[in-house]
């Protein structure tokens, strides 16, 4: 018997399309058809010249367009937008809208606003230096009062050097920044003030939370970066890791426990920073903060990585510091941000701070 001939390629088509069920071939070919028009008809603009707005029409817009208020409108009779004027010195009362008030809201612990031997200073000051600094520390804003007060801090809490910030805010706010990066572990007391917060987000680092004043929490959270660095020992290798607390809290008003802090620093080779605004003056025998306040204890400032500090508090000026060794302190000077692009402290200010800090030396806890 004879093979049937091979079917061609064209013979197989037109078998499938005869075959084919009608509304399939109906479907096809609208298919084909919606295919082509789309290829071949003339495409428009979304918008021609024709609907071009004129230059009156687009200024006209602009002039009936109100933007949303980012904010409700505030009620005008609201208490705390009322503005309260203070007259006079504020000490221990103070005159607010020309009453006389106990003064129970100010950071004037030591009672140095309005010391006559300070003001007396201060005004010396203003007749030799003039009033403001007039640029930054590193560009002709550095006085010899700047470096006099630098010199008597690191000497009145013992460290080998300090370093001078025109406001206590960016103080710590620039000096995490300035050591802990990217890559770096921040544990950090989830009670730590605002500008302590804003120096953990500028540094972008790896923030881990411990709760408050809770030892073991941070222990734990120790413990448990030591295990995932054993498992990735190179990264570990380029890794830092500090721990950041507050001395006295601002927003508890309790006491860090500094001898355990130290223990977990040297336990597990982290650095230690410890941000003194609300101790310093009022901690301590001598007011030198919450490592002579724990001065029994075998720790002291020397294993302290880096100390922040206040001038706006119990010195009654304005400002902030650092202090540490040398190496550490000396970063800051082309690293620290609000160091570098902030005007100096006015040198009345600087020198106000400098008698203060040497009284609070000669009449430990009777400064005033």
Not at 15 to 22: C, D, E, K
Not at 145 to 156: I, K, M, P, T
Not at 299 to 312: A, C, F, N, T, W
Request: aromatic residues 10%; charged residues 25%; proline residues 5%.
């Amino acid at each position: 018997m004879a093979s049937e001939a091979p079917m061609s390629i064209y013979d197989a088509v037109i078998g499938t399309v005869l075959n084919a069920p009608t509304y399939h071939l109906a479907v096809e070919c609208i298919l084909i058809i919606g295919i082509l028009y789309l290829i071949f008809s003339k495409s428009y603009p979304i918008s021609s010249a024709k609907d071009a707005l004129t230059l009156e029409e687009e200024e006209e817009l602009i002039r009936d367009w109100q933007p949303e208020p980012l904010i409700p409108p505030p009620n005008p009779d609201a208490e705390v937008l009322r503005e309260r004027i203070i007259t006079g010195t504020p000490g221990p009362f103070a005159v607010v809208d020309g009453k006389r008030c106990l003064n129970l809201a100010s950071f004037n612990f030591l009672g140095l606003v309005g010391n006559q031997e300070i003001e007396e200073a201060a005004t010396k000051s203003v007749r030799k230096y003039g009033v403001g600094s007039c640029g930054p520390r590193g560009f002709y804003g550095t006085f010899d009062v700047h470096l006099n007060l630098e010199s008597e801090l690191a000497r009145f809490l013992g460290t080998q050097e300090a370093i001078l910030y025109s406001y206590a805010f960016s103080t710590i706010a620039s000096a995490i920044p300035a050591y802990s990066k990217r890559s770096d572990i921040v544990f950090a007391d989830e009670g730590v003030h605002f500008a302590i917060q804003k120096g953990l987000q500028a540094s972008r680092s790896k923030v881990k939370y411990f709760r408050h004043n809770d030892m073991d929490h941070l222990e734990s959270l120790l413990k448990k970066q030591k295990d995932e660095d054993v498992k990735n020992p190179k990264k570990a290798q380029v890794t830092r890791q500090f721990i950041v607390v507050e001395g006295l809290y601002v927003n508890y008003g309790d006491i860090c426990p500094f001898p355990k802090l130290v223990e977990l620093k040297y336990k597990f080779k982290v650095r230690l920073f410890i941000d003194e605004t609300i101790s310093f003056g009022c901690l301590g025998r001598n007011g030198r903060g919450v490592s002579e306040h724990f001065e029994d204890e075998k720790y002291g400032i020397k294993d302290v990585d880096l100390m922040s500090g206040s001038l706006e508090h119990a010195v009654a000026s304005i400002g902030g510091f650092c202090c540490g060794t040398s190496y550490v302190i000396d970063h800051q000077r082309l690293s620290g941000t609000g160091y570098c692009f902030s005007a100096a402290p006015p040198p009345l200010l600087a020198e106000a701070a400098n008698v203060a800090l040497k009284m609070m030396a000669e009449k430990p806890g009777e400064a005033a």
